[in-house]
């Protein structure tokens, strides 16, 4: 059983930072991309960043310059440092991470179960 548990939600002032951790845990192959998603009351959900098994890195233009994606491949774990936060930066972060379970399998997604980040003074 592959699970992804996101933490370092909460509550923060404009202008403050905040560090979403997500930990894979189970047993696969190999784990490739792993991206950060989130969605806010009323719309849908969006790509925010993406890094691959060997750190190549992209975000949405919104977050460009305020947000690093970064992972650590001993730890199966994947961060989102966010920075000079806005109110509109406000949703529920979800991680998620492409692995195979063996060599030659299929590609699987799966889904972290998210954390709310409220920034609001």
């Known amino acids: 059983q592959v699970q992804l548990v996101e933490s370092g939600g909460g509550l923060v002032q404009p202008g403050g930072s905040l560090r979403l951790s997500c930990a894979a845990s189970?047993?696969?192959?190999?784990?490739?991309?792993m991206r950060w998603y989130r969605q806010a009351p009323g719309k849908e959900r969006e790509l925010v960043a993406a890094?691959?098994?060997?750190?190549?890195?992209s975000y949405v233009d919104s977050v460009k310059g305020r947000v690093t994606i970064s992972r650590d491949n001993a730890k199966n774990t994947v961060y989102l440092q966010m920075n000079s936060l806005k109110p509109e930066d406000t949703a529920v972060y979800y991680c998620?991470?492409?692995?195979?379970?063996?060599?030659?399998?299929?590609?699987?997604?799966?889904w972290g179960q998210g954390t709310q980040v409220a920034v609001s003074s």
């Open positions: 998620n991470a492409d692995l195979r379970r063996q060599v030659g399998g299929v590609l699987e997604r799966y």
């Open positions: 189970g047993r696969w192959f190999s784990l490739d991309v």
């Open positions: 890094i691959s098994r060997v750190g190549t890195t």
